[in-house]
């Protein structure tokens, strides 16, 4: 226990953790238990956490009492940043670590690059690509097809996250791009099955973690982030059929692109 560190710096303790794990994709409630029982390790029994996708708000009531507020505007996945968040939270709970410790393993965290490197997520992409349209009912002679698409679903949508603030319209774009693809790759002879290609092709692209902690977050009685998130999942999904439903008619239309 640290029983004599200030209200003020435990509340940027655990403020810091709550940013960091919502950030890389970690649940609401995941975040507010986190910082809780990092306030109670310190001493502080009378923490309150209110976590939503776009914001942290945490106060500490007592003879200090603190408020604070932390604006979430970028978020991703990375779910290693969330594991590591936890361990140390776990480590200060056993009295392995002090706050000043704490506060700098989480700044070093914050600032460090966890996840898997991008060729590694282009693989994978690539492959889950060409997987799932196999699962979908296509055949193997599209795999190629599929798999080179999906990469290029993965390049797309990160190429323009990097000049698109609104995810929306990055996500809309790629779709796209997805579908022209699809369309030049069978109206050239290399794919034959359309549906399938585009299927697999786009599964990069669809927020799969997104509707799972909007699933949980709703489950666990947070209904303000899960309704938030399932419309962002639900506003994503529009997005990619959008771009699909849009350059098919283009396809259906003319029976080629350009």
Known sequence: MHRNSPSGEVAKL???AGKIMLESGGETYRVEDTMIRIAAACGLEHAHSYV??????????????????????????DLQKVTDVNDISRKLSQGLLTVEEAHRLLCELEKKEVGYRFRVKLLSAAIASGCFMIMFGGEWSDFLAAFVIGGTALCTVTFFHRFVRAKLFAELLAAIVVGVLSCLTVTAGVGRNLDSIILGSVMPLVPGLL??????????????????????????????GSGIAFVLSLYNGTGMIG
């Open 211 to 240: 509707i799972t902690n909007a699933v949980r977050d709703l489950i666990a009685g947070h209904f303000v982030s899960g309704l938030s998130k399932g419309a962002e999942a639900l506003l994503t999904a529009f997005a990619i």
């Open 14 to 16: 655990c403020l810091l």
């Open 52 to 77: 939503t996708p776009t914001g942290i708000i945490f106060a500490i009531d007592g003879s200090e009492p603190v408020t604070r507020l932390v604006r979430i505007s970028e978020r991703s996945t």
